[in-house]
């Protein structure tokens, strides 16, 4: 019995490729954009805070990188399908993990290291295993109706739900939606990159795919935000990272026509590699350190 589906395309090495770019540039876009605003200590105010913060090089370069992490991701989702790209992003998590202990230099647990290895396992193998792939260009616009409305709804009953409770419990409805936000929005991402090629950036401004790329990346930083103040980075961020790659598998495969190997028993080794990849990223995040606070080398 197989579970590999054979074939792996150019297209497809350049689309892991540029999803590796994008998790990198993520990562780099956190802990450089971190560094710089706190560097100089607490403001006395906003304003003072935004004057400092553009004449720092590194804050500078985290607006770079995130431009680049946006570029990267439209070129990965051009080339390959959502089920595959988005999956890979996780990767920010462990570039971020580096980051801090090569460049920040903080002490980073064992178990957290053992923890990265794990959620990376976890993730090789369900790309191999379910081996993503297909897809069509631009699903016609009669079929976006039924997804995007479905994840809207999702999106607003989360919102609504996380008014109330425990600072954690709002942090993790608010993650939830953030989730499911970025997985519409890489839709929308790969529907404005294939009209931009078929019809040029011109052409594109006549079709509607540009327009939910701009309001859907409106709201989900909305509710990224709202998930990083209401509560604990480390109760958001597994949610994010964890939800966005799951309703990406299930928009690739509904919206584009995605296929993944389906013998029963890739879907089984694929799922449980899948859980493997998500307990790795919530023990990654609860172990890591709290803060980016730079710590003094040790002789």
């Known amino acids: 019995m197989t579970f590999v589906h054979t ?74 399908p959502m089920s595959e790209v988005q999956p890979i992003l996780v990767f920010e998590l462990v570039v971020a993990l580096l980051l801090r202990r090569l460049w920040i230099h903080q002490s980073i647990r064992k178990v957290t290291w053992v923890a990265a290895l794990v959620a990376c396992v976890g993730l090789v193998t369900f790309l191999v ?65 294939n009209t931009v090629s078929s019809a040029g950036f011109a052409g594109s401004l006549g079709h509607w795919p540009i327009y939910a790329l701009a309001i859907g990346g409106v709201a989900g930083l909305f509710c990224e935000q709202a998930a990083l103040h209401v509560g604990p980075l480390k109760v958001s961020q597994p949610f994010i990272v964890i939800v966005d790659p799951i309703v990406s598998v299930v928009l690739g495969v509904w919206l584009y026509g995605e296929r993944v190997h389906h013998a029963m028993a890739s879907i089984a080794l694929g799922g449980l590699s899948f859980v493997v990849m998500c307990a790795g990223v919530v023990v990654l995040t609860q172990t890591a350190p709290d803060t980016m606070k730079a710590e003094l080398h040790r002789l």
């Open 7 to 80: 074939g792996f395309t150019f297209d497809q090495a350049l689309a892991i490729f540029f999803a590796l770019l994008t998790a990198l540039s993520n990562a780099l876009a956190v802990t450089t954009q971190h560094i710089a605003s706190v560097s100089e200590g607490k403001q006395s105010s906003s304003w003072r805070l935004f004057m400092h913060l553009i004449r720092q090089p590194l804050w500078l370069a985290g607006w770079l990188a995130l431009v680049g992490s946006l570029v990267f991701q439209a070129l990965a989702l051009h080339f390959g």
């Open 129 to 193: 295993v379910t081996s993503p792939r297909g897809g069509v260009g631009v699903p016609a616009t009669s079929s976006w109706v039924g997804p995007v409305a479905l994840g809207l709804g999702v999106t607003a009953v989360l919102i609504v739900g996380a008014q109330r409770g425990s600072p954690s419990r709002r942090a993790a409805l608010f993650a939830s939606a953030t989730g499911v936000m970025w997985a519409l929005e890489a839709t929308f991402i790969k529907a404005t990159t």
